[in-house]
């Protein structure tokens, strides 16, 4: 018996995530678009073009705006990554407004996780402010920081001071390059303390979300764990996927 | 509700535009976060009348018996003995408040990084909307944490008569020692207040009427541990908040009868939540009315808080006072001896604590612990550390909350809340 196609949707701060995957779980169609100022309507019109009994399960922020079941970016993410990689045992997933780690079991259940508190620190949504007050492109931001040097310390990781510290130092004539990398390395630094936090054992650890996209950060989290890191091809639909596999799982069930 | 209360509040001294307010946003939160709630028991209609009048009939009552010159005692802590209050034929009400209010008026009497606790009271303070502290005729303030003790140097300017209270931060000899000083102070400040002298009979009849209160919520706790959950973590948590203003005789009635009506109901197998709905505890800081957002977030999506490691709640409620002696100071030693043993996070060491979490969460069959710090609260935020580590240890699944009383990380809250109870769910 073949399966039914399952899809999921992943409603971020940023990005709105639509993933439509066949029985096998293989991704037939994946869709990232800007949430906007309506993430609702969003969410809506890129569901309206799959088949209507289609089973959808959603996830992120906006996950109970559109009325479908919805599992937490947490369980999508490790859902989706343990689907990717079965050996996957550690997930860091850097979204436009949270940071999650996720650690799982030998049977891919959630164990322990982190995630940062109210704030943008170490976020996505932090580096996007940050490249766009150096000027950078998002991938130029990444190439600069590798290129740059340890010359430089960002000690801020609000925001808003991390922003003034940016400004001070670009008035000050510090290559740009060194503060791009100095901006990663602020955001590896707090990561790693988070990851360290969790202890967590044997396995694959696999880096998903918007943040996954960004070389810069996979290679200087990799230096900081100490450890081998597998970036999740296209990133940011880690969380779809491990929705659209929810809603499968579902779907078998009942 | 048809009572205008205006002219009570006003000859109280309350700012009434603002107590309008308060009042406004109270009802509101009261509202869509009781009301909404199904299958409640039926007396918790004495739960939502008593909060209905919070600041109308209860305020009367204590307002008329000032003019019959029984005396008002607010306090911020569970350390300070209500027997005490009592026997000088005085009332006591609880102070602490869970709303933020005057923000920017309380910074001017303390920093901004203080813990949301002492800066709403000090906000209720301010804006004059809090009958309970502007009916008091002493309050009592008990060097607990460094930031209340701190605050309370900054309140003695804003209130008519403070009492300030010390505490040991210890558990030795001479703590006991220490306590037993200060409630022997306590007893000559409500003496002196009341014009009346405490008597063993009448500090006896304090303690059975005390006892009497807290063995009502310790059958209320006992009765948490059915699975249905009898009774939702809200309405469980309010028993605990009114506790500190109701009037304790009529508050054990009600609450006994409740438990009666409990019985009832898991006899039947009726719950407030299906069987086997997750079942958390929480624990750590006290949560002040009307400081309902973790229970609210929990209980909405798919879990049942089942019991509260808190002032507000067990830690605050737990052990009654041997009643036996027949000196005073014999009884001011059982009262030492019943209050000395509360664990909260200002004591070093404090296993205790860590004993009591682990007990609580076998005995209401928990699935899993939420340690709750407000922001700044330097003792639990620390404690939290090392009990979130030890019940993992032990097979608890545990998280650290660090939160406050406003409303802009709720995504985030509720985000780790709801992948707790998916972790937790076997």
């Not at chain 1, 079965?86 to 979204?95: F, K, N, T, W, Y």
């Not at chain 1, 989290?221 to 929705?243: F, N, Y």
């Not at chain 2, 107590?19 to 509101?28: F, N």
Request: charged residues 25%; contains cysteine; hydrophobic residues 40%.
């Amino acid at each position: 018996m073949t399966l039914r196609i399952a899809a999921g949707i992943d409603i971020g701060s940023v990005t709105v995530k639509l993933v439509v995957a066949d029985g096998n779980g293989a991704v037939v169609r994946r869709d990232v678009v800007d949430a906007g100022f309506d993430p609702r309507a969003t969410a809506k019109a890129l569901i309206e073009s799959v088949p209507g009994n289609t089973k959808l399960v959603a996830t992120g922020y906006g996950r109970d705006l559109i009325g479908t079941p919805s599992i937490t970016e947490l369980k999508a993410h490790a859902l989706g990554a343990r689907f990717l990689f079965p050996d996957c045992s550690c997930l860091i997933d850097i979204g436009g407004q949270d940071v999650k780690i996720v650690c799982l079991d030998n049977k891919g259940k959630v164990s322990k996780f982190e995630m940062n508190d109210r704030c943008a620190a170490g976020t996505g949504k932090f580096l996007e402010i940050m490249s766009g007050r150096l000027g950078f492109t998002l991938d130029e931001f990444a190439a600069a920081a590798l290129a740059g040097s340890d010359t430089v310390t960002i000690s801020s990781m609000c925001t808003v001071f991390a922003e003034s510290e940016v400004v001070g130092l670009v008035n000050r004539g510090r290559n740009r390059q060194d503060i791009a990398a100095a901006l990663h390395r602020a955001v590896v630094v707090r990561v790693a303390s988070m990851y360290k936090r969790l202890e967590p054992g044997p396995g694959r650890i696999v880096l998903s979300g918007g943040g996954g996209r960004n070389r810069a950060l996979a290679v200087m989290l990799e230096q900081a764990a100490g450890k081998k890191l597998t970036v999740a091809p296209d990133p940011q639909i880690v969380g779809a996927l491990g929705c659209a596999i929810e809603a499968r799982r579902v779907d078998t069930v009942n | 509700m048809s009572t205008d209360y205006h002219p009570m509040w006003k000859s109280l001294g309350l700012n009434l535009d603002n107590h309008d307010k308060l009042m406004e946003v109270l009802g509101a939160a009261y509202g869509s976060l009781f009301m909404s709630q199904k299958n409640r028991p039926t007396h918790t209609s004495y739960l939502d009348f008593v909060m209905s009048e919070v600041h109308g009939l209860r305020i009367k009552e204590i307002v008329d018996g000032k003019q019959q010159g029984k005396k008002v005692v607010g306090t911020y802590c569970t350390f300070v003995p209500e027997e005490i209050v009592l026997a000088a034929g005085c009332v006591m009400v609880g102070l602490c408040a869970g709303a933020d209010f005057a923000t920017e008026e309380v910074e001017r009497y303390l920093p901004r990084n203080i813990c949301a606790l002492i800066k709403s009271s000090f906000g209720f303070k301010l804006g004059g909307v809090c009958p309970y502290l502007e009916a008091s005729d002493v309050v009592v303030g008990e060097n607990t944490c460094d930031g209340k003790k701190k605050a309370y140097e900054a309140l003695k300017r804003l209130v008519k008569d403070l009492f300030i209270m010390d505490l040991p931060q210890t558990k030795t000899k001479e703590a006991m020692a220490l306590l037993k000083t200060e409630y022997k102070k306590f007893i000559a400040k409500m003496e002196s207040l009341s014009g009346r002298k405490i008597t063993v009979e009448g500090l006896k009849k304090a303690i059975a009427i005390v006892n009497a209160k807290r063995s009502a919520v310790h059958r209320l706790s006992a009765l948490r541990s059915a699975d249905p959950a009898p009774i939702s973590g809200l309405d469980a948590l309010l028993i605990n908040q009114i506790y500190f203003y109701e009037d304790p005789v009529r508050f054990t009635e009600n609450i006994n009868a409740l438990c009666d009506e409990l019985d009832g109901r898991i006899k039947a197998k009726t719950g407030a939540f299906a069987v086997k709905t997750t079942r958390l505890l929480i624990s750590g800081c006290p949560m002040a009315v009307p400081n309902w957002k973790l229970p609210a977030i929990i209980e909405t999506h798919g879990a049942v808080v089942v019991g509260e490691e808190s002032c507000t709640g067990e830690r605050g409620t737990r052990n009654l006072v041997t009643n036996t002696a027949s000196t005073l100071d014999g009884l001011v030693d059982a009262l030492v001896e019943r209050y000395l043993a509360i664990d909260c996070a200002v004591f070093t060491p404090n296993k205790e604590r860590l004993d009591h979490i682990k007990e609580m969460a076998a005995a209401y069959k928990a699935d899993g612990v939420v340690l709750y710090s407000l922001n700044f609260c330097t003792p639990y935020l620390v404690e939290a550390m090392g009990i979130e580590h030890e019940l993992e240890a032990a097979g608890i699944p545990a998280i650290k909350i660090e939160t406050d009383y406003s409303q802009e990380d709720m995504g985030q809250l509720t985000t780790r809340i709801q992948a707790f109870i998916e972790r937790v769910v076997s």
